[in-house]
């Protein structure tokens, strides 16, 4: 009887031990930005649901992300695409953006600083970083009324900024894109 009661108690100090070791929370660095800050540049494959010219279509992209004394962070990118036109001689297109992002109220989340309107043409942008990068998030209204989302997943791995974009229109897959950047200099 002292036997079972004395494996009984060890394996219920066990288990008390092993449960309070698992409900611990596990040590995590805080996630940073500091990796993604400085001037990138790269060639992507962007692949369309829509276009039967273009299919599929090779760019050139840059990204440079700098901080800023607000806490957030400045965000430029731009794409050199191939797909409009003919599809042996495609026109190029230079397609810009610069947002400045502010902190949210929540931690490793960021809102675009200028306030827009989607209803009236204006787009609503916002950023987080997680475990999968630095996930910035795009919404607008077309003016036919129909919602565009549009998603742009940034991470480092090892050298390397690897990109993964995403255009829903409508609910239907316009586009995807992916790419890899490399970093010309720090900022």
Do not use: H
């Amino acid at each position: 009887m002292t036997f079972v009661r004395f494996t009984a108690g060890v394996c219920l100090a066990f288990l008390f031990a092993l449960t309070a070791a698992s409900a611990a929370p596990a040590k995590v660095d805080p996630l940073k930005l500091d990796p993604y800050y400085g001037d990138w540049r790269g060639t992507a494959t962007a692949e369309s649901e829509t276009d039967e010219d273009f299919p599929t279509s090779k760019r050139d992209i840059a990204v440079s992300i700098s901080k800023t004394d607000l806490g957030g962070f400045l965000l430029s990118w731009s794409t050199l695409q191939r797909q409009k036109g003919d599809p042996k001689a495609p026109l190029e297109v230079l397609k810009s953006t610069t947002v400045e992002f502010v902190p949210a109220l929540t931690p490793n989340m960021w809102r675009a600083k200028a306030d827009t309107d989607p209803y009236t043409g204006g787009i609503l942008y916002w950023a987080r970083l997680d475990g999968r990068g630095l996930v910035v998030s795009s919404f607008t209204i077309n003016t036919d009324g129909r919602p565009e989302y549009q998603t742009y997943k940034r991470r480092i791995v090892g050298p390397e900024m690897k990109l993964e974009f995403t255009n829903v229109n409508d609910g239907k897959f316009v586009r995807t894109v992916k790419g890899s950047l490399k970093k010309l200099r720090s900022r």
